[in-house]
């Protein structure tokens, strides 16, 4: 596609509910990046896949959180048992060389 | 420590004023990134520029300059002769020890700018 595609644009979810968001990146990107952006703050890091491997998931805050990209394309980021602390919009960003990375407009997620 | 600081939290402009958005980084590497990006309301995070930490000549698009200064730590955002459509939260990023580790992008908290026609 043209852009990385986040759906869904808006998530509300009761606390204890699983909830799983969707990334596409632009065709033929090979790495793929997951970010956190509470509100009022910039983005932090989550998690990187180069291809279908996770290279990098140092910046996930807890084991409720899995990321997966299993054919190299489509990412899935899934938060279990969500949390009023995990309400924040969840970036997506793809890139095709280093450093000219492309973001989605991402998720807001709300945990009521 | 690695860190991205903008001590400008927000700044209101009138349309036409030039505007300076500050950015000052910490690293213990020699080599880096910089980034700038722009975030309008609808939320996609908008890419400015790119510079490595070997590059320290000023680089000027259009109404945008960028001044970066290493014996300062500092990656400063200037816009000229400000418009409306400039309004929205702008971060100044940091990746250290470019090809150490990628995709790790330390961002600062953001500086929120608003245009006044």
């Known amino acids: 596609g043209a852009g990385v595609s986040q759906s869904p644009r808006y998530k509300v979810a009761k606390r204890g509910q699983d909830v799983a968001l969707r990334c596409d990146p632009i065709?033929?990107?090979?790495?793929l990046f997951w970010y956190q952006q509470a509100l009022g703050q910039g983005p932090e890091f989550l998690t990187y896949f180069q291809n279908e491997a996770q290279l990098d998931k140092s910046g996930l805050p807890s084991d409720r959180f899995f990321a997966e990209r299993p054919e190299g394309s489509v990412s899935t980021l899934k938060i279990q048992r969500t949390q009023q602390e995990d309400s924040a919009v969840y970036l997506c960003?793809?890139?095709?060389?280093?450093?000219?990375?492309?973001f989605g407009s991402g998720t807001r997620l709300t945990v009521v | 420590a690695q860190k991205v600081t903008q001590a400008q939290t927000e700044i209101s402009v009138v349309e036409k004023e030039d505007v300076t958005l500050d950015c000052v980084y910490e690293t213990r590497d020699t080599t880096y990134y910089l980034f700038w990006y722009k975030q309008p309301p609808s939320g996609e995070l908008v890419f400015l520029i790119r510079r490595n930490s070997f590059d320290e000549q000023n680089e000027i698009s259009g109404r945008y300059s960028w001044n970066f200064q290493k014996s300062t730590s500092s990656f400063n955002f200037t816009i000229t002769a400000s418009q409306v459509v400039d309004s929205a939260v702008y971060f100044c990023?940091?990746?250290?020890?470019?090809?150490?580790?990628?995709?790790?992008?330390?961002f600062g908290k953001g500086t929120k700018l608003s245009v006044k026609p």
């Open positions: 065709s033929g990107h090979v790495s």
């Open positions: 960003a793809s890139s095709l060389y280093s450093y000219g990375y492309t």
């Open positions: 990023a940091l990746i250290p020890n470019y090809g150490g580790s990628q995709g790790n992008l330390i």
